[in-house]
Structures are given as structure tokens and as C-alpha cells.
């Protein structure tokens, strides 16, 4: 081999090791501010958040529903009629997913990735996942569907599947 073909190859490599970089930080991002999930959730007219305290038997459901301890004390979430908004966050593979979940009379309306911190997984944000959600219910404490995973993003989809169903359960506790 030559010196030139010697540094085409490291020119090449460079570039991919480049394109393997930035295709991974695609995927992390703030797609939507909570305060800016509120405000098309509610029309512009964000209730008061509300609290449910985080003891008792209510911290073990949690964690049998998560797979593992809550570590907070509390959790907010914000109710208008029959509308609540949950702002619940889980861990992907490594780092933690925030989720927009909005529930009407006991089913989802609608789940929103608003900030994926991962470098992998982010493909559960697209309306052709999330729509599996749409108008899902706890029967027990799993959902009343089977939800089909995306190759490559099984953990951000477990983390989405549990957020969910914890929104859905923390609803018979609010006012």
C-alpha cells in the first residue's frame, strides 16, 4: 500500500466514525418544552398543578409497575374537567426519557416524547408509534393491548409501555 491509499482510508474511516456521531445525536433532543405541552394541552389556560404524595402502598405499586423503586416523593400532574396531564420520566437504557401523557375518563388520549436523551430508541416519538396508545386502559395493572416493539429501540419502548400504564394508574388517585 501507498501513503495515498493509506490516507484515503483514514480520511474514510474519519467520515464514518463522523457520520456514526451525528446520526446518534439525532436522536437526543427537547422536542417540546413541558410548559409548551401544557399550553396546547389546555388551550393556553394551564390549571394549577396538583401533587399525589408517594408513600405507603402507593410507593410499592409504583415500583411493582416501573420494575423498580420510585425514587421521588411526590408526583405532579394537572387536571382540568375530565382531562389529566401527566409529566412522568423513565429510564431509557442509560438515561432518562420525558413523557407528556394526557388522559380523558380513564383512557390515553395522547402520549408525546417532549426530551429523549438517549443516543438510540428515538423512533417511539413518531405518531406511528405512539397511536398504539390511543385510547388504552389498565385492566388489572397492564394495558387492555399488546404493544409492538421497534427493532433497536427496545428499552425506550418498555420505558414509554410503563410510563403509560403508571399514568393510567396514579388516575384513580386523583381528585
Not at 418544552?33 to 396538583?50: H, M, R, Y
Not at 438510540?120 to 404493544?147: C, M, S, V, W
Request: charged share 20%; proline share 2%.
Amino acid at each position: 500500500m501507498n501513503i495515498t491509499n493509506n490516507k484515503a482510508i483514514k480520511v474514510y474511516f474519519i467520515g464514518l466514525v463522523l457520520c456514526f456521531i451525528t446520526a446518534a445525536s439525532f436522536a437526543r433532543g427537547v422536542y417540546q418544552t413541558d410548559e409548551g405541552f401544557l399550553a396546547e394541552t389546555f388551550n393556553n389556560a394551564v390549571p394549577k398543578s396538583k401533587v399525589l404524595w408517594v408513600k405507603g402502598d402507593l410507593r410499592h405499586s409504583i415500583a411493582e409497575i416501573l420494575g423498580h423503586n420510585y425514587l421521588g416523593l411526590r408526583i405532579r400532574y394537572w387536571q382540568q374537567d375530565a382531562r389529566t396531564v401527566w409529566i412522568l420520566e423513565e429510564i431509557g437504557k442509560v438515561k432518562p426519557i420525558t413523557f407528556g401523557i394526557v388522559i380523558v375518563a380513564g383512557k390515553v388520549e395522547k402520549v408525546v416524547v417532549l426530551a429523549f436523551r438517549e443516543s438510540r430508541g428515538d423512533e417511539i416519538r413518531y405518531p406511528a408509534f405512539t397511536r398504539q396508545f390511543k385510547q388504552a386502559q389498565l385492566e388489572g395493572n397492564q394495558l387492555d393491548r399488546h404493544i409492538d416493539g421497534i427493532s433497536g429501540a427496545t428499552l425506550s419502548v418498555r420505558a414509554m409501555t410503563v410510563v403509560v400504564q403508571l399514568a393510567l394508574y396514579l388516575e384513580q388517585f386523583t381528585e
